[in-house]
């Protein structure tokens, strides 16, 4: 653990680091979390219906990046399909093309499948008869492994890998976000509270108390048959709620502190109310906070998947976990739609539970892993 040394972390801090370290299945879940979200985060170079890089008559072309009318390759139209097979001759005949691993994005249709949407994955179909909506049948260029759908489609003829990593990107974000606000918003009204205590301490969890009994979800149903709620406004609305998660924790914390002999002589000393709050207090109130953090990621993760199950989350056609759930329900005959949401939601909440008891265990002092 020398290397860390350059950042001058404290020895405390180092044995955090290492105990966490030690703590193999947290450690290994965190790697995992780490490559799902990396490549989640750039899904656009592994799954998109656009090429990632093209030469055509000389010119080198980007379109994962850049949109390019049809006109340019001899059509019509504003938008490209590289799909089409006229397009794709002609930029195969003039130059080359060099595409992702899969060729869908989480919102392309795919008009070539073998069996009526929902379509089972590729690989559980005969040979024969993957390649039977093809112009060439099995004798087409573009009926490769390149254009299966490993997953299966959803009822719209989707690709259920593409909406899955999609998906996962969408709820990890959602809940990132979520999570930070309500952190902040949640650390500085239970600081508020619990270094001044008395009054202050009394108005604001008579307030909490009133504010948390207001059912969340019935307001949200309201709201969504009003306008169809967007990522922004169902997060703003979650974040009036949310906020609410840390604010005991971090109350007990200043109200156990505030009558230390560190923070008396800060006062003596003429210190503001502010730095002893936030440089003194808050740091040692952050070591029970941050062990809540990834539970707090989860219950945001849920939260969002509940409601797209529900019909009251994302608006249609966003990739969403709890979209994909709810199609299982309502296509009982293709299992793979419900099993594929189901294994994804269960993986992330899964991966970060572990990660989430691996941080309470490194910082707990009792703790000691070899």
Same mark, same amino acid.
């Given at each position: 653990m020398e290397k860390f040394n350059f950042y001058k972390f404290s020895p405390l801090a180092i044995r955090r680091i290492k105990n966490f370290r030690a703590n193999k299945r947290g450690l290994w879940s965190l790697r995992i979390f780490s490559i799902i979200f990396i490549?989640?985060?750039f899904a656009e170079l592994f799954m998109n219906d656009r090429p990632l890089l093209m030469f055509y008559k000389g010119?080198?072309?980007?379109?994962?990046?850049?949109d390019y009318p049809e006109e340019k390759f001899g059509g019509f139209l504003a938008k490209t399909d590289y799909r089409d097979p006229i397009i794709s001759e002609e930029i195969s005949d003039n130059g080359w093309i060099i595409w992702p691993p899969i060729r869908y994005h989480y919102s392309t249709i795919n008009y070539e499948l073998p069996l009526p949407a929902p379509s089972p994955p590729t690989y559980m179909i005969n040979k024969d008869d993957r390649c039977v909506s093809y112009n060439n049948s099995?004798?087409?260029?573009?009926?490769?492994?390149?254009?299966?759908?490993?997953?299966?489609?959803?009822d719209q003829g989707r690709d259920v890998l593409a909406r899955l990593i999609y998906g996962f990107r969408l709820s990890i974000l959602f809940g990132l976000v979520l999570t930070s606000l309500s952190s902040i918003i949640g650390i500085m009204a239970g600081a508020l509270q619990g270094y001044f205590g008395g009054l202050v301490d009394l108005i604001s969890q008579r307030f909490i108390e009133v504010w948390t009994s207001i059912p969340s979800l019935y307001l949200l149903i309201i709201i969504s048959s009003v306008?169809?709620?967007?990522? &922004? =406004?169902? $997060?703003?609305?979650l974040l009036l709620f949310s906020w609410v998660s840390l604010v005991g924790v971090v109350r007990a914390e200043f109200l156990r502190a505030r009558n230390f002999e560190y923070v008396t002589a800060a006062r003596a000393l003429g210190v503001t109310n502010f730095k002893i709050m936030f440089k003194h207090l808050l740091p040692n109130a952050m070591v029970a906070t941050l062990t809540f953090i990834?539970?707090?990621?989860?219950?945001?993760?849920?939260?969002?998947?509940?409601l797209d199950f529900l019909g009251f989350g994302l608006p249609p056609g966003s990739p969403s976990l709890g979209e994909l759930l709810a199609q299982g329900k309502n296509n009982i005959?293709?299992? &793979? =739609?419900? $099993?594929?949401g189901f294994f994804g939601i269960a993986i992330i909440l899964s991966l970060l539970i572990f990660i989430g008891e691996s941080v309470r265990d490194a910082f707990d002092p009792r703790k000691i892993f070899k």
């Open positions: 490549i989640s985060m010119e080198l072309l980007t379109p994962v990046f850049f099995v004798n087409d260029k573009d009926c490769t492994i390149w254009n299966w759908n490993w997953l299966g489609t959803d306008i169809v709620p967007s990522f &922004w =406004l169902l $997060l703003f609305i990834p539970f707090l990621l989860n219950g945001s993760i849920v939260t969002l998947t509940s005959h293709a299992p &793979w =739609l419900g $099993l594929s």
